[in-house]
């Protein structure tokens, strides 16, 4: 159990470093092209290393607890994690919709698909360790956490789409849609994340549904 700790806290100060350069590196390209979905997937590379330095939070404190201070701070770090994707979804839902109703024409770019061609080879790998770790420590928040590395898959899928058709066949407005897709995605991945707060999180019982109505 401690090595299995151990490698979820590897795995989490990886998301927290990857993804504040990815978010570094998103933010600055759709910055200068202007672009929402790109500005978006930087933002939720960002909450993403929120997530992880959640992650890191608790499972630092993961020796030593008893079983109720254990789940007292797996359920803090799953409302943290989810609440973060609707903060995110708002942002970007806002973004996309002025570039549509202004007619405000992203520019395109080719740093931007390199790094979403990146996102796509990286986030699965990294999602299936974060998964399978979680899995073996009935951890509930990492497992949440594993699945909001699965929507930034999702999300580079859905960025390389919107900004390959900018760029290669100046269907500007592709990228603002691509950004309200994200929003959707988002929106999804908080709410079922959310839901995961209700059920029991303890290693004890293996984190079956505690407030679960028959």
Not at 14 to 35: D, H, K, L, M, P
């Amino acid at each position: 159990m401690a090595t299995l700790g151990k490698k979820a806290l590897f795995l989490s100060y990886f998301t927290v470093g990857y993804n504040v350069i990815e978010g570094v590196i998103a933010i600055f390209a759709g910055y200068i092209a202007g672009s929402p979905a790109l500005v978006g997937f930087g933002l939720d590379s960002f909450v993403e290393s929120l997530s992880g330095g959640v992650m890191i939070w608790r499972f630092a404190q993961h020796e030593g607890l008893t079983e109720e201070e254990e789940e007292r701070i797996e359920r803090k770090a799953i409302k943290i994690v989810g609440y973060t994707f609707f903060v995110l979804a708002a942002y970007v839902c806002y973004e996309s919709l002025e570039k549509l109703i202004f007619r405000e024409i992203p520019s395109p770019s080719l740093l931007g698909i390199f790094l979403a061609i990146a996102s796509i080879i990286i986030m699965p790998g990294l999602f299936y360790l974060k998964y399978r770790t979680g899995k073996s420590l009935g951890t509930a928040s990492l497992i949440a956490d594993s699945k909001q590395t699965l929507a930034c898959s999702f999300l580079s899928v859905a960025l390389l789409i919107g900004l390959g058709l900018n760029y290669f066949f100046g269907i500007w407005q592709a990228d603002p849609i691509i950004g309200l897709v994200i929003v959707a995605l988002l929106i999804r991945e908080g709410y079922q994340t959310l839901k995961e707060e209700k059920l029991c999180t303890c290693v004890a019982c293996g984190g079956v549904t505690a407030s679960k109505e028959d």
